[in-house]
Antibody
């Protein structure tokens, strides 16, 4: 069974740092792109970052560029999000999600998030 | 960035009702549109990918349609376990964006 488990959330003061992790099982981790998506309390979903299977290609949403860093260790089937200079508005549940990609002759073309982990709560507050 | 809107933002319905949720994008995204269901306190779950393909294990009462900028998620006969929030998401380009969500609750 394909499974993702996040950890590392907690409380941190504004300006502080935290690293959240995601351990994958049940699939060939190094073959798939991985993403972080967050959800502030009572709000919608916000995509944060993605990383290619090799780790060579990385994207971020503008609001975290220069503060967050995504990485992966394929030998450990693990995904990470290092969060520095944290702000109150970064308070959210952070989900990791595998991105399934279908391209070329594959139908339908595109990508989607499946599965998602259970999430880990990050609270930034003084 | 591609902007996403959903309507309605919430709705009340009864078991057995037919429910339709609309998602619109600020530019054409072909069929690069996915739908997720999120029950309270749980992670999102993939329902529909590529605008109209049903994810394995998802009941056939869920259907997706549309292309370009206008998309629809339909639940043909609402069941008790379907009371949840539904999110659309575009995978046409980064930054990937989600709609604000549609909460379906019990009438």
């Amino acid at each position: 069974e394909v499974h993702l488990v996040e950890s590392g959330g907690g409380w941190v003061q504004p300006g502080g740092s935290l690293r959240v992790s995601c351990v994958a099982s049940g699939f060939s981790f190094s073959s798939d792109e991985m993403n972080w998506v967050r959800q502030a309390p009572g709000k919608g979903l916000e995509w944060v970052s993605k990383i290619s299977g090799s780790g060579n290609t990385i994207y971020y949403t503008d609001s975290v560029k220069g503060r967050f860093s995504i990485s992966r260790d394929n030998a450990k089937n693990s995904l990470y999000l290092q969060m520095d200079s944290l702000r109150a508005e970064d308070t959210a549940v952070y989900y990791c999600a595998r991105e399934k990609y279908c391209g070329g002759d594959c139908y339908p073309a595109g990508s989607w998030f499946d599965p998602w982990g259970q999430g880990t709560l990050v609270t930034v507050s003084s | 960035d591609i902007q996403m809107t959903q309507s309605p933002s919430s709705l009340s319905a009864s078991v057995g009702d037919r429910v339709t949720i609309t998602c619109r994008t600020s530019q054409s995204i072909s069929n690069f549109l996915n739908w997720y269901q999120q029950r309270p306190g749980k992670a999102p779950k993939l329902l529909i990918y590529g605008a109209s393909s049903l994810q394995s294990g998802v009941p056939s009462r869920f259907t997706g349609s549309g292309s370009g900028t206008d998309f629809t998620l339909t639940i043909s006969s609402l069941q008790p376990e379907d009371f949840a929030t539904y999110h659309c998401q575009q995978s046409y380009s980064t930054p990937f964006t989600f709609g604000p969500g549609t909460k379906v609750d019990i009438k």
